[in-house]
């Protein structure tokens, strides 16, 4: 079945401490998203890559980073310099974007507490 | 920056009720999405809109697409146990080449 996985479902963070969250794709879709969603609040962007190699900020970059190494692999780690990471994580794909194919397709999701 | 304002915040109903609900932009939007979250798990998308005046459905939902492409409304009928959860309105925010913005969700409870 082709879909998004995420691991871990839960993930605790110590203090100063850096994790990463995977995102794994067999959708052969070419972008790949990482959105930050706090209880009763939208989904915000933090990184997004619509090929291998390259990546772009979103609207809450700071504290986080990524990786696009192959077309079905998107990491994030969150660093030791955000300061409130305590949320669900969710990662999505889309096939290359055209006037008409924003759909993002979603992992279950990981949700990180501080410890 | 653009906001996608969604309301109710949260609705509690009667199992066989209807359900509606909206979203309205400060800005015109080209594409509406309305996405399903169940808890603990990633957003599943129910209706994509893509013209204004669009009427969309898929089964007991029904979305709308506004004339003055600022909003959209979904409305569920005869609500079923199963259609509790998180209900986003998304639409792609112009110069990030197509990078969705959401709403911050209508939270629907259904008592049997």
């Known amino acids: 079945d082709g879909g998004i996985t995420q691991s871990p479902k839960y993930l605790f963070r110590k203090e100063g401490q850096n994790v990463t969250l995977s995102c794994e794709q067999n959708?052969?879709?070419?972008?790949m998203y990482w959105y930050r969603q706090d209880p009763g609040q939208g989904l915000r962007l933090i990184y997004y890559s619509q090929i291998v190699n390259d990546f772009q900020k979103g609207d809450i970059a700071e504290g986080y980073s990524v990786s696009r190494e192959k077309k079905e692999s998107f990491p994030l780690t969150v660093t030791s310099a955000q300061k409130n990471p305590t949320a669900f994580y969710l990662c999505?794909?889309?096939?290359?974007?055209?006037?008409?194919?924003?759909?993002?397709?979603f992992g279950s999701g990981t949700q990180l507490s501080v410890l | 920056g653009q906001q996608l304002n969604q309301s109710p915040q949260s609705m509690f109903i009667q199992e066989g009720e209807d359900v509606s609900m909206n979203c309205t932009s400060s800005s015109i939007f080209n594409t509406w999405l309305w996405y399903k979250q169940d808890p603990g798990e990633g957003p599943v998308l129910l209706i994509a809109l893509y013209k204004a005046g669009e009427l969309t459905s898929n089964g007991r939902l029904t979305a709308q697409f506004g004339i003055t492409r600022k909003d959209s409304f979904l409305n569920i009928s005869a609500s079923i146990p199963s259609d509790v959860g998180i209900y986003f309105c998304a639409g792609p925010y112009g110069g990030s080449q197509g990078n969705l913005i959401f709403g911050k969700g209508t939270k629907l409870s259904v008592k049997p």
């Open positions: 959708l052969n879709h070419d972008a």
């Open positions: 999505a794909s889309s096939i290359l974007r055209t006037a008409t194919n924003e759909k993002l397709f």
